[in-house]
């Protein structure tokens, strides 16, 4: 099937077409307020950001041995471009759990963005929503998940929102999250593996900041009536109460794959697990029922000396085959990795720290300019590279270095 042939159309964008405005900018004396190469966005934040902040969203686990596999773990393979095909036409969008997106990426879900910046998790929305790709919201955003449905409808009615839980162990408050963001419209539910217990994280840890425990991060569980429900006085009464009601719930580390029916039960649309590093783990995934899984260690986030992402990627696309929507994140800074992640077997991208620092920089604008560099330098390198659609991308445009 085509992009032309597939349900829910949606008209092809010409990514591409942005570098050109950034160049009629420049004739009038206009040039980005941002880098263009995203991998230089940490550099600049680390310099006008406060360093918790930028710390806890740049911090690894560790010395950061897995941020540095994921980075190598693209890098290992290389582009084989192919010449004299017909690409002057190019139609980015892939249709992911029954709806057509304009292109193969969406927002990652990051947590407490109000670190980072005041108009935080809203205008990451509305940025995501004006590009028309969806945002995954985390249940550890620091605005509330019916706030941040509200800003992308007023961008785009009915935008593609998406909603990542982190699993309570308290059942009535894990019910009731999830109640609520399926009545604010947030349609695929994706269940976060590999953060049962946060890893020994030295950046936060030599600054003693973790914004959790400053009652940052939580807007979803203080505002939630089941949550509530758990506490003696309000939370505007005795925060120090509400932060410890929420540590003592926020993760549960004796969860295994026998509690997926519990999830199943009580949301009805599609459901992905974040965090799948081994083919086996995706076999389980899809005899369990579920519907997709990302290949994702968080970003280097959890496990010291993990596999990288893109190493586990090709393995377990392979193994699980057509039986699940396979989604990849860790790593990920340029056109050129989304075009490796697709090769590999991905359908689409998750994108998560650059925007996350195009946000602190410079707000809504910041997430926006974050996007349409990624989309325009993947549009590029796709016609370079002598293809037209991501559904085209196979191993076959990619070799491998020893």
Known sequence: MTASDAPNPVPAKDWSA????????GIA????????????LEQVAERRLGPGPVGYVAGAAGDGKTVRANREALDRWRIVPRMLRDVHQRDLSVELFGTRLPAPVALAPVGVLSIMHPDAEPAAARAAAAQGLPLILSTASSTTLEQVAEAMDGVAAGAERWFQLYWPKDREVTVSLLTRAAK??????F??????????????????????????????????????????????????????????????????????????????????????????????????????IVVSNHGGRQVNGAIGAADALPGIAQAVGDRLTVLFDSGVRGGDDVFKALALGAKAVLLGRPYAYGLGLDGQAGVEHVLRCLLAEFDLTLALSGYTEPGQLTADALTRER
């Not at 942005?18 to 900018?25: A, K, V």
């Open 29 to 40: 004396g206009t040039v980005p307020r941002l880098p263009t190469d995203l991998s230089r």
């Open 191 to 292: 269940v976060t593996l590999d953060t049962w217990l946060l890893a020994w994280r030295p950046r936060d840890l030599d600054q003693a900041y973790l914004p959790f425990l400053r009652g940052v991060g939580t807007a979803n569980y203080f505002s939630d009536p089941a949550f509530q429900a758990g506490l003696a006085k309000p939370v505007h009464e005795d925060l120090n109460a509400a932060v410890l009601h929420f540590a003592q719930m926020f993760a549960d580390p004796a969860k295994t794959w026998a509690d997926l029916e519990f999830l199943r039960a009580h949301w009805d649309g599609p459901i992905v697990l974040k965090g799948v590093l081994h083919p086996d783990d995706a076999l389980r995934a899809a005899d369990a029922g579920m519907d997709g």
């Open 184 to 189: 604010s419209g947030y349609r695929v539910l």
């Open 18 to 25: 942005f570098q050109y405005e950034i160049y009629l900018n």
